[in-house]
Nanobody, 115 residues
């Protein structure tokens, strides 16, 4: 069984920074990529960023230049560094781990943007 756990969410002021973490444990499959999604109240889930196990990172236009996704393969972890946070970044952030035959999702971590 595969477990995906997000952490690092919390309160952040506009313009501030926050780093989210996604850790995979259990019977870890071959991971092709890891994605971050987010969902704000009343809105559909939105793709935020992706990093391939061997390859580049990609970002949604709304976060490009402000967010950085990185991975530590030895720790089976992926981080999402959020900087210059905006009010519209407030959401529950989810980690999606993609293997050849399945996707594995975490329960999400809440990011609240408030001054």
């Amino acid at each position: 069984q595969v477990q995906v756990v997000e952490s690092g969410g919390g309160f952040v002021e506009p313009g501030g920074s926050l780093t989210l973490s996604c850790v995979v444990s259990g019977r870890i499959p071959t991971i092709l990529s890891t994605n971050w999604y987010r969902q704000a109240p009343g809105k559909e889930r939105e793709w935020v960023a992706r990093i391939f196990t061997r390859g580049p990172a990609n970002y949604a236009d709304s976060v490009k230049g402000r967010f950085t996704i990185s991975r530590d393969n030895a720790k089976n972890a992926v981080a999402l560094q959020m900087s210059n946070v905006k009010r519209e970044d407030a959401a529950v952030y989810y980690c999606d781990v993609v293997s050849p035959f399945d996707d594995f999702w975490g329960q999400g971590t809440q990011v609240t943007v408030s001054s």
